[in-house]
């Protein structure tokens, strides 16, 4: 019984909300979460401005570290990635409900891993990188929302998950 009340009470929650979707033009979100890696749980940190009517660029930081026992010897690594993006938003385009925002974009990033162990430390940068990324959020009220992503070529390639938060 509890769980048919959750289920109808989660719906009409969810029926009541009036989320905007897509960031209007000179507008900020803020986003964070973690992502998905074999390499350890990435954390980020972005924000997207709304440049125009349905195009919003913005700017991503990010980090991970984790442990592997390698050749017998145990490393200590971490990376630390910054990136920007461009993300074309389809919500009028699809007609989506305004509480959902679907997008799809490019992203341009670098990053910097760095290891240490007893005697060792090094670093190596990636070089500029192209990745692209899908994603999605679903908006619970005007400012709150939570978001998934996937994407290729970024230090978040596989995806990510997240919350979304509208900035006035």
Do not use: C
Request: charged share 15%.
């Amino acid at each position: 019984m509890k769980r048919i009340f959750f289920a109808i009470a989660l719906m009409a929650l969810v029926g009541a909300s009036k989320g905007q979707g897509t960031v209007s033009a000179g507008r900020t979100q803020l986003n964070l979460g973690v992502g998905f890696s074999d390499w350890g749980t990435p954390f980020y940190l972005g924000v997207d401005y709304g440049a125009a009517r349905n195009l919003t660029l913005g700017g991503e930081l990010s980090f991970r570290s984790y442990d592997e026992n390698w050749n017998n010897g145990y490393y200590r690594r971490s990376i630390t990635g910054i990136s920007g993006n461009a993300n074309y938003h389809f919500n009028r385009v699809l007609e989506i409900p305004r509480n959902i925002d679907f997008y799809a974009g490019l992203n341009l990033g670098f990053y910097v891993w760095s290891a240490a162990a007893d005697g060792y430390q090094g670093n190596h940068s990636s070089g500029l990188g192209l990745g692209a990324q899908v994603g999605g959020r679903y908006f619970l009220t005007n400012k709150f929302g939570l978001n998934l992503e996937f994407g290729g070529g970024n230090a978040f390639s596989g995806g990510k998950v997240g919350i979304t938060l509208k900035l006035d």
